[in-house]
């Protein structure tokens, strides 16, 4: 039995019964470093880096983060820079150029200077860490990662520009929703009713076609496809990545590789993530709680990488993107910070008429512009002679598309200065109070994030940052035409933001709802965005806080984890109101009802309402909501469906549909669910369970690309989980076969001020190496709901720490 699995009844008391010991220390010679510094890496694999000087303290977490997550790195790299056909050969040019075309392309020193003072050093530091274990990889092959090895090719050199110069990885948002309004709104006045039920707006606002704008002359297929091969993550298939023809393996399994293929998790998730701090008032021990589990795509490895950054003037500890140097979710034993997505509007779909002479002109302001045309070769695997490629720019951006008549550019907020994603968290995360917190949000560029602050003395906070455009004559969700009508004016200024410090309620909770005041001008005037996540999260954490504080109930760190894990979900508890009053004769509709009366609308596990529940709104009721749209417009709501918008529409039933039409609806929906259900799940409804759908598994991208046996080493679990998507537990998921797609691989509780007592978790594990008992360690904790302490000082490092290493600067 591993040590953690011993220790899994215990993790949220720390297992402190079980103390481990500690490997002898392991010399490594590392180029850059000043002096020696010291990694403790303690029984969750987290690194604890000792270093004498702060910039060998970052040369030390690049060093910690490639020998965790080299070939996740790499990868990350190689796709954001355009690099990728040099290792995987053809298939993959036309995303390298692709990718080449939202890579960041101004002047460096303006770049750096956006950041900080320092942020040019502190890069290099980070990629001289990471180009350390690179040579050891050189010099000793057997340190590469499995898939390394598994498709014959070797890690690259980084370089500092790198970090900032990639910027897909961004949380990129908008530009889809403008093509797909466009072809709800090209079918006139019921196109725009199906817009609203496919997208909910807040405040609520009827897009206004931009005068020129023809949203009938979208070629949106092709649209989205350049979007998506410019911004997606890699997605590795037996056709681009033919494992089996480069190395001894099994023949890979054409059956898994035709399933493997699964929606954008991201997508379909619809980023998200719940975050609040909780005043001293409000709490048992009279301190401050920060909490924070962010949600993307579930994977293995996970995004998420936690590790101690210690070194005269820092000692900072949490979670970052392990491509990135330092910090972006933790503490630094003074301050603690934690993020979700604040939905800013930082992107528009530009469309221009071409000149019918030369298509590489465009019409702006009653003349002929030209393109800038950028010419790059890429290397190709098996290939002797790099391939030429071209990626062309009008003034507003990369052009994505374009033909004989027309052309479309990508604007995109994050495409400027200083707008590398999650950067700035250089900035904050050496803050020391509430003002030095506040002046570096006024400096973050993107993505637009709410932040919620809390520190050792008491004070919490919340401000978003982020780069807002200006838009002085149009509202951003729809495209507009590039032909000098429709131009940006700048940013709003960070002080433009709302912001709240120690608020009387006692407490701030966010999770990507509009949370701007409805007395804010910017609520008002959509000067942010209008496109939110779905507020089932936020209505439930809200619920959570009003219920406990009007009980005069302290707040535990127990009650935060309650809270991250809790499966309830309000549009269920809603429906489940409506469909009170009802009865049928129908035996299906009847056994129906009589499952779900009484449930109380949790995502339980082992719930059969749950199951039936969920089945039901996806496959029976959503589509039957759908239904009622004219048939020509139906397409437009049905891939995309809002739930909120088909809950408030079945709550305040309205011609067409009268409420005796919306009882029937939801009857004759319900049987059909129950059939599914029993489809899925047998004829027994006593053996339903919502985690016999719902299952947790996390997938290595290489999974569709490698025999069953090396599949069963890279992918990690399977195990009954519940959650929604409209749950505090976000358990988004495919909805051909419900398994897990998105939520929160990592989970954060800090008790403020006694950093010893916080916990965490981050699954599958910390590694990214599949031989590394710490791949999946965490999973299993995990899929339990449990956590592990985030020990913070040296005694309880020391005390938890199974192996050191001592890093030497290379003579």
């Not at 491509?323 to 933790?330: A, E, H, K, T, V």
Request: glycine share 8%; net charge neutral; charged share 20%.
């Amino acid at each position: 039995m591993t040590l953690l699995a011993a220790c899994t009844a215990l993790v949220v008391a720390g297992c402190a019964s079980t103390v481990p010991v500690t490997a002898p220390a392991r010399a490594v010679p590392v180029a850059g470093l000043e002096k020696p510094a010291e990694i403790l890496i303690d029984r969750w694999g987290v690194p604890h880096i000792y270093a004498a000087t702060l910039y060998d303290a970052f040369i030390a977490q690049g060093y910690a983060a490639a020998r965790d997550r080299l070939w996740q790195m790499d990868t990350w790299r190689k796709r954001g820079l355009g690099e990728m056909a040099r290792d995987f050969g053809p298939g993959w040019v036309d995303s390298d150029r692709a990718a080449r075309s939202v890579l960041f392309r101004g002047d460096m020193y303006r770049e750096w200077l956006a950041y900080g003072s320092d942020a040019k050093r502190v890069a290099e530091a980070f990629v001289a860490g990471v180009n350390a274990f690179v040579a050891e990889t050189e010099a000793d092959p057997a340190k590469l990662p499995l898939e390394f090895r598994l498709l014959g090719y070797k890690p690259s050199r980084w370089a500092a520009e790198d970090t900032v110069r990639i910027r897909h990885h961004g949380l990129t948002l908008n530009f889809t929703g403008e093509v797909d309004r466009a072809a709800a709104y090209c079918a006139g006045p019921d196109g725009i009713r199906a817009d609203a039920l496919r997208r909910e707006t807040s405040p609520t606002v009827v897009a206004k076609v931009p005068e020129g704008l023809d949203p009938c002359g979208l070629p949106a297929a092709e649209l989205k496809r350049a979007y998506a091969l410019a911004t997606a993550a890699p997605r590795f298939t037996r056709e681009n990545t033919p494992v089996a023809s480069r190395v001894s393996v099994l023949p890979a399994d054409p059956a898994a590789l035709q399933t493997a293929e699964q929606p954008d998790a991201d997508t379909l998730a619809s980023y998200g993530s719940n975050n609040w701090t909780i005043a001293p008032k409000l709490t048992a021990t009279g301190r401050p709680i920060l909490a924070n589990d962010p949600h993307r795509a579930h994977g293995a490895p996970s995004l998420r990488y936690i590790s101690h950054i210690s070194a005269p003037g820092m000692d900072v500890i949490g979670a970052g993107e392990p491509f990135l140097p330092g910090i972006s979710i933790g503490h630094n034993g003074r301050i603690a910070f934690g993020l979700t997505r604040f939905y800013m509007d930082q992107e528009d779909l530009y469309t221009y008429q071409v000149n019918p002479a030369n298509p590489r002109e465009y019409r702006y302001q009653g003349r002929w512009e030209p393109m800038t045309r950028v010419q790059e070769s890429i290397a190709v695997k098996g290939e002797a002679q790099p391939r030429v490629v071209e990626n062309w720019y009008t003034r507003h951006g990369p052009v994505l598309h374009g033909d004989a008549k027309s052309a479309f550019a990508l604007r995109a907020a994050w495409l400027d200065l200083g707008m590398a994603p999650y950067f700035g968290s250089m900035d904050y995360m050496r803050a020391q109070n509430w003002d030095q917190f506040r002046a570096a949000m006024n400096r973050w560029g993107a993505p637009g994030e709410n932040q919620v602050y809390a520190d050792s003395t008491g004070n919490i906070g919340w401000i978003p940052g982020g780069l807002t455009p200006i838009r002085p004559n149009w509202d951003g969700l729809l495209p507009v035409p590039g032909d000098g009508r429709y131009e940006w004016t700048g940013y709003r200024n960070g002080d433009e933001l709302p912001w709240e410090f120690n608020p009387a309620r006692g407490y701030v909770v966010t999770a990507n709802e509009n949370n701007i005041p409805p007395q804010h001008p910017l609520y008002r005037n959509g000067g942010v965005g209008y496109e939110w996540s779905d507020p089932a999260r936020a209505h439930r954490l809200h619920g959570i806080f009003q219920q406990q504080v009007a009980a005069g109930r302290p707040f535990t760190l127990e009650d935060s984890q309650r809270m991250q894990t809790d499966v309830t979900a309000v549009p269920a508890q809603r429906l489940l109101k409506l469909l009170a009053p009802l009865s049928s004769p129908d035996a299906d509709t009847a056994r129906a009802l009589a499952l779900l009366r009484g449930w109380d609308g949790r995502m339980a596990p082992d719930s059969a309402a749950a199951a039936l529940y969920e089945v039901w709104f996806m496959e029976a009721l959503r589509p039957a909501v759908v239904g009622t749209l004219p048939a020509a417009v139906q397409r437009v709501a049905a891939t995309e469906t809002s739930t909120e918008r088909v809950v408030q529409f079945l709550e305040t039933p309205a011609a067409p549909l009268s409420a005796a039409q919306r009882d029937a609806l939801l009857l004759a929906s319900l049987g059909k669910g129950y059939a599914a259900a029993a489809k899925r799940l047998g004829s027994d409804p006593a053996a339903w369970q919502w985690g016999k759908l719902h299952r947790a598994v996390f997938n290595h991208p290489l999974a569709a690309a490698v025999d069953p046996a090396t599949r069963a080493r890279l992918v990690v679990g399977d195990w009954p989980l519940g959650g929604s998507p409209s749950t505090p537990l976000a358990a988004s998921y495919n909805p051909a076969n419900y398994q897990l797609t998105a939520g929160a691989s990592f989970r954060m509780v800090l008790d403020v001020g006694q950093w010893d007592a916080s916990r965490v978790v981050n699954t599958p594990g910390q590694s990214g190496d599949p031989a590394s008992p710490h791949y999946r360690d965490l999973a299993p904790v995990w899929a339990a709901g449990q956590y592990f302490p985030l020990v913070y000082s040296r005694q309880a490092v020391e005390r938890n720490a199974t192996q050191r290493l001592q890093l030497q600067p290379a003579r």
